[in-house]
């Protein structure tokens, strides 16, 4: 098993891996994160985790960005690039935002404020 040093980490990316997320390319958009991470050589800045389900399937392939706290919708191999280059520039991918963070999540919009209720 590997163990990583996480001592400079500025964002944790948590990639969802889901059945729906799956389903809309999530595994690939996990890869194309990482081919950008490495491509602008922030492997130190930036770590990945591949989740199973983040609970909103509606909205796949979903990322979530951490410490930030924001969560991100319909996530493609192509968005997920400018996601990572986003994150590095400090900036958000507004057009995918789902869920932002000041204190408590908030829905970016109406479509993230409704959801269903756990069983």
């Given amino acids: 098993m590997t163990t990583w040093n996480l001592q400079g980490?500025?964002?944790h990316l948590l990639i969802c891996n889901g059945?729906?997320?799956k389903k809309?390319?999530?595994e690939e958009v996990a890869e194309a994160i990482e081919d950008e991470i490495e491509k602008q050589g922030a492997q130190s800045l930036i770590h990945t985790t591949v989740t199973r389900c983040n609970g909103r399937c509606?909205?796949?392939?979903?990322?979530i960005a951490y410490p930030e706290g924001v969560w991100y919708k319909e996530i493609t191999p192509k968005s997920a690039k400018s996601l990572v280059r986003k994150h590095l520039q400090g900036?958000?991918?507004?057009d995918h935002l789902l869920y932002t963070y000041d204190g408590q999540l908030m829905a970016a919009n109406d479509k993230g404020a409704k959801g269903k209720k756990k069983k």
């Fill in 58 to 63: 509606s909205d796949s392939c979903v990322v």
């Fill in 24 to 26: 809309h390319k999530g």
């Fill in 19 to 21: 059945s729906s997320c």
């Fill in 91 to 94: 900036e958000r991918l507004e």
């Fill in 9 to 11: 980490t500025v964002s």
